[in-house]
């Protein structure tokens, strides 16, 4: 018989084991969990941490010191034939592409949808303007956020030797924190494209690409100047080059810079800089045909091949052959020295703003002095290029010869 109540608890309540004590077991749990993340922040502090990109300062073709805070992942093409230049620069172009005009959907419309096949993004490359100045928009462009804007002085609004300053469309970008760097391929192609592309190498991440290509293009040059050194002025033949052949009235030609410095270095005498002093215009039949040139090169881009030159993406020899002998008919050329000789030829256009013009200046001197570059071949020079460098090989006919 219990005499009173018993206070005894019962034995398992006794003790403190983690079975009869899941309290402290918790407290343990959580004070070991912060002892090892406490020695990982410590082994983190201590180890080695990446250092920040360094600012990346180039210089454009005006003479611009422009300053990056690293390599720019979010470029602006104001005029978009530029695209081509990125793709010997960077082996993913698009990736790098915030905003462009719309000229190479439309003026150079089979490259751009071999490049689309390629890059299908870039079809939603947001449009920023066509390739004039005039519909450029800042506030679109701002609107994308880039860190690169990329044109040319021309678009800029500058005349030659006018100072960066005096462009209020490099003002506004620059105002609004946005670097912009002047780049030329065209207006002095000789002069201003390995300066060209160093700072557009170097300010999107790709120096060393830069280089190599630099290497190329100076290596194909010196060996073009080299065979003709010491040549004298009455042996360049006359040249007409026929700018986008077929697409207007007859006929257009480069005059100053653009082709005729290209023309000189091939060794040959463009005809359309003794009348043009401006980059194109136009020359009259009557003044082509008193000039006798030797040699005929029509250019075109393809995207009318209805009318004008059949070339570039694509496009059969034998299309492109038959397009040029319709150019020279539809524009009455067919009597000039140059095509009664055999010595009349189409080439892309597009070689023309771009650092590819070594292609262009590899095929006039073998053009215009066969006896000396017969051994010069320009369609391997292009293979070298599609090979080595371009993210988008230009496969289809670039180049094409008339027989006589």
Request: proline fraction near 8%.
């Amino acid at each position: 018989m219990r005499l009173y109540p018993s206070t005894a608890r019962p034995a398992a309540a006794i003790g403190s084991s983690p079975r009869t004590r899941p309290g402290a077991a918790r407290l343990r749990a959580a004070f070991t969990a912060l002892m090892l993340s406490a020695l990982l922040a410590g082994l983190a502090a201590l180890a080695p941490r990446p250092a920040l990109a360094a600012p990346i300062q180039v210089t454009d073709i005006l003479g611009r010191q422009v300053t990056l805070p690293g390599p720019a992942q979010r470029v602006v093409l104001a005029q978009a034939r530029h695209f081509q230049v990125l793709s010997l620069l960077t082996p993913d172009p698009a990736a790098i592409l915030a905003g462009w005009s719309d000229e190479f959907k439309t003026s150079f419309a089979p490259d751009y949808q071999v490049a689309l096949q390629r890059f299908p993004s870039l079809a939603g490359v947001p449009v920023v303007g066509r390739h004039r100045p005039d519909t450029f928009s800042v506030e679109g462009t701002l609107g994308l956020r880039p860190d690169l804007v990329v044109m040319t002085a021309s678009f800029a609004g500058l005349a030659p030797g006018q100072p960066a300053s005096e462009s209020p469309l490099i003002g506004r970008l620059e105002a609004a924190g946005v670097p912009v760097i002047v780049i030329d391929f065209f207006i002095r192609p000789m002069e201003n494209t390995v300066p060209s592309l160093r700072a557009l190498g170097a300010a999107i991440g790709h120096a060393d690409r830069a280089e190599a290509f630099i290497r190329f293009y100076e290596a194909h040059l010196a060996a073009i100047a080299k065979r003709l050194e010491g040549l004298a002025d009455a042996d360049r033949p006359p040249v007409f080059v026929h700018a986008h052949a077929g697409i207007t009235d007859c006929c257009n030609s480069p005059g100053v810079g653009t082709f005729n410095e290209m023309v000189r270095y091939a060794g040959g005498h463009n005809i359309g800089a003794d009348v043009l002093k401006t980059a194109t215009g136009k020359l009259n039949f009557e003044y082509i045909n008193s000039r006798a040139p030797q040699v005929y090169v029509a250019t075109g881009t393809g995207s009318d091949a209805a009318k004008g030159l059949a070339i570039g993406a694509g496009v059969d020899p034998a299309d492109a052959r038959a397009s040029l002998w319709r150019v020279i008919e539809g524009n009455h050329l067919d009597a000039l020295p140059a095509v009664r000789s055999g010595n009349s030829h189409g080439i892309w256009h597009a070689f023309n703003d771009s650092p590819l013009h070594v292609v262009f200046i590899e095929a006039l001197a073998h053009w215009i002095h066969p006896e000396r570059f017969a051994d010069i071949d320009p369609a391997a020079t292009l293979e070298a290029i599609n090979t080595r460098f371009l993210a988008v090989p230009l496969e289809g006919t670039y180049l094409v010869n008339l027989e006589p």
